[in-house]
């Protein structure tokens, strides 16, 4: 057997135990909580950041199906027609030659409906999506992202 190790305290004898002490425990409780409090919302903003991001690189891809369509066929797809256009043939469609997504279209990172106007702000179509909150305008995570 082993023999423990005996540590003197002020006279009395009390066998070394290899384990940690409820106040060195409490010190690490609370160090890591600092730290979670100081980088979890650093961590969260790059999350939502992330999705942003990967909305804009997903209607950038949208965008091109839509200018492929209208090498094909003459014309940008209708606002009734949509971006559904791109990945099934519309009737009206002479030309048609796809489809133009790859991968068919996508949901949005939220989980919504790319929204697509032929009348958009700057002239050309608009695609977009409704962000996070999935309604028009917002800001941060919940403003809409727009091509």
Not at 50 to 58: C, F
């Amino acid at each position: 057997m082993k023999k423990q190790q005996i540590a003197y305290l002020g006279g009395f004898q009390r066998p070394r135990s290899m384990g940690f002490t409820l106040i060195e425990l409490l010190v690490v409780l609370v160090i890591l909580t600092l730290l979670a409090g100081l980088v979890g919302p650093k961590v969260l903003d790059q999350l939502g950041g992330a999705k942003s991001k990967t909305a804009r690189v997903q209607i950038a891809e949208i965008e091109q199906g839509v200018d492929l369509f209208k090498l094909d066929v003459g014309r940008y797809p209708t606002d009734a027609e949509g971006l559904r256009a791109l990945v099934d043939r519309p009737g009206a469609a002479s030309g048609w030659n796809g489809p133009y997504l790859k991968k068919g279209l996508p949901a949005d990172p939220w989980g919504g409906v790319y929204q697509y106007k032929l009348q958009g702000r700057h002239g050309g179509p608009d695609i977009f999506s409704l962000g996070g909150d999935g309604r028009p305008g917002g800001d941060g995570e919940d403003a809409d992202v727009f091509n």
